[in-house]
């Protein structure tokens, strides 16, 4: 006879608290023994057998309570969430790995900590940066559109953003990896932002803001586009450089 099912308070009262978890964890239940009043129970448990005499008033073959069945429940969600966590992680960590192998960094191998390839990477002058799943682009639409739409103050018009974009991407054609490039480049953005900005009228701090606010943008755009193609390296010393401009305008 499985399945039997004996009264929480029956448990609670005659068994310690380590054999209560037991039992509320066993993997199978068994009637082992009979007399006209009582029944010998064996909670079969990874951590061993438990057994004990039980009154048949307090015990049966009744469904599961509810607030079992929602235990198990929560049980099962977690454990599912958490192999989609460690899938999750799993595939990750490929990710950061064949970037490693693809950019050649030295020592980039599979067995590593995830934290030691990272370390890798950086000391090879690279930036790994996890690709934007189709939900986060969503998600990232959606929190620029509501900015935007609260925003009334230095706003930057799709004319003028895409006079920004042809002419820095102009600027960055024919570029090399080399730390004077980088600043050169660096400059033009810086340039190109401020030439863009009607300057009438401004204070010096709200000119700056309203150059800072372009750079910004730029910035956001080359990351989106070197996100798009991580592998480019292009793309990615004109993020590099971008990103230099924001920091020093």
């Known amino acids: 006879m499985e399945n039997i099912y004996v009264e929480s308070w029956f448990i609670a009262k005659n068994f310690n608290q380590q054999q209560q978890y037991a039992i509320s964890r066993a993997e199978r239940v068994e009637v082992i023994g009979e007399t006209e009043k009582a029944v010998k129970?064996?909670?079969?448990?990874?951590?061993?057998?438990?057994?004990?005499?039980?009154?048949?008033?307090?015990?049966?073959?009744?469904?599961?309570?509810?607030?079992?069945?929602?235990?198990?429940?929560?049980?099962?969600?977690?454990?599912?969430?958490?192999?989609?966590?460690?899938?999750?992680?799993?595939?990750?960590?490929?990710r950061v790995l064949a970037f490693a192998k693809e950019h050649k960094v030295k020592g980039a191998r599979k067995g590593l900590r995830l934290q030691t390839l990272l370390s890798k990477i950086a000391e090879a002058g690279l930036t790994y940066e996890e690709p934007a799943t189709e939900e986060k682009a969503e998600e990232k639409a959606e929190t620029t559109e509501t900015v935007a739409t609260e925003e009334t103050a230095t706003e930057t018009t799709p004319e003028t953003v895409a006079t920004i974009e042809e002419q820095v991407e102009k600027a960055a054609s024919g570029f090399v990896p080399e730390v004077n490039q980088i600043e050169a480049l660096r400059e033009k953005i810086i340039a190109t932002a401020t030439a863009t900005v009607n300057p009438e009228g401004l204070t010096p701090a709200t000119l700056r803001q309203r150059v800072l606010d372009e750079v910004v943008e730029v910035s956001k755009r080359a990351k989106a586009a070197f996100l798009k193609n991580a592998t480019n390296k292009r793309l990615h010393i004109f993020w590099k450089a971008a990103r230099l401009a924001v920091q020093t305008v």
């Open 41 to 94: 129970v064996a909670w079969f448990t990874k951590y061993g057998t438990i057994t004990s005499w039980v009154p048949k008033s307090v015990c049966g073959l009744a469904e599961k309570s509810e607030a079992a069945k929602k235990v198990e429940e929560e049980i099962e969600a977690r454990e599912i969430e958490a192999r989609k966590r460690l899938i999750a992680g799993c595939e990750h960590y490929e």
